[in-house]
């Protein structure tokens, strides 16, 4: 009989931790809660639940990004199979792209959490949870990175993104789909890995400030301009390919021109970013000509974190957003 799989189960606070209080769902409980009983555990698989932090998602900053991400670390070197995060849903997709930023998956790493709390009726955390060790227990999975286990689909970091607020389907990965899913106890993948790593070539504690900037009708470049003095980089939430108004479009050259980065990325959640369509002020080609970079099929929020990251461990951003064909 094959040795049982050993697996790292993380808890870093959300949704699927808290019981209630006086004041609303807030408190919450140990990663010992959320492991599941002996009788309750899929074959074959050794369940060692930590702590490493208690917290919404909402309040997570990239300090404790680096701190979970050096707790997934610590569970590989170890020797783990595979490891297990539990997370709040609201940043969940940017806390698995940091990962994907920061780990090394030498074991499979998944990041899971849930939609209703442990008191309500019809909790999805322990099916989640269940799917999550399942998932992390197979080797296959390292290949893809770190993954998002949901509802029993699987989902690259890089793709996924919750897509309802309330819904326990919340998340999917507009751009392609999920990768597998999980049935029966059993992983079944249906898509290969990434063609491309997102894993940084080296890595350091978050060290730079980096903001997003949304574009929207008649938003100008004011508000960029009253805080670029204090800013390492800028990403912008720009309008479909990759277009921003003229006004806003001088602030964001500007700030190029300083030498200090611009991403553009698309506030549109699926769809690739254009490169010589359209021509004029705020236009792909105005931006790409003035030295900004573009990062297709990434969300604001992720290419944030690629951007605040790499810069924190001096990778130039012509490197963090290669120039496509």
Request: charge should be negative.
């Amino acid at each position: 009989m094959p040795a049982a799989r050993s697996i790292g189960l993380l808890a870093a606070g959300g949704t699927i931790s808290v019981v209630p209080s006086t004041s609303g769902a807030r408190e919450h409980s140990g990663a010992d809660a959320l492991a599941p009983t002996a009788s309750a555990l899929p074959d074959g698989i050794d369940v060692h639940p930590r702590d490493v932090l208690r917290r919404s998602s909402r309040a997570m900053g990239l300090d404790d990004l680096w701190t979970l991400a050096e707790a997934v670390r610590a569970e590989i070197a170890a020797g783990r199979d595979g490891v297990v995060v539990t997370h709040g849903t609201d940043t969940l997709e940017e806390t698995a792209y940091a990962l994907a930023l920061l780990v090394e998956t030498t074991a499979p790493v998944v990041v899971t959490g849930a939609m209703r709390a442990p008191h309500l009726a019809g909790p999805d955390g322990p099916a989640n949870v269940r799917a999550a060790l399942v998932a992390a227990a197979q080797p296959a999975l390292a290949a893809y990175g770190p993954v998002v286990v949901f509802a029993d689909e699987v989902h690259v970091a890089r793709l996924v993104t919750k897509a309802h607020s309330t819904r326990v389907a919340a998340f999917a990965s507009p751009a392609a789909g999920p990768v597998g899913s999980v049935v029966e106890d059993r992983l079944e993948l249906l898509l290969g890995p990434p063609p491309v790593p997102d894993r940084l070539p080296r890595t350091a504690a978050p060290a730079r400030r980096v903001t997003i900037v949304p574009a929207a009708t008649g938003v100008d470049g004011a508000l960029v301009d009253a805080v670029a003095a204090e800013l390492d980089g800028v990403v912008v939430a720009a309008l479909g390919g990759g277009h921003v108004s003229p006004a806003l479009g001088e602030s964001l050259v500007r700030i190029a021109g300083s030498g200090r980065p611009v991403v553009v990325t698309s506030r549109c959640p699926d769809g690739a970013l254009l490169s010589r369509t359209y021509g004029g002020a705020g236009s792909e080609i105005e931006l790409r000509e003035a030295g900004l970079h573009f990062a297709p099929y990434l969300t604001p929020p992720k290419a944030r974190l690629r951007l605040a990251f790499g810069l924190s461990a001096a990778i130039p951003a012509d490197e963090l957003f290669p120039a496509g064909p």
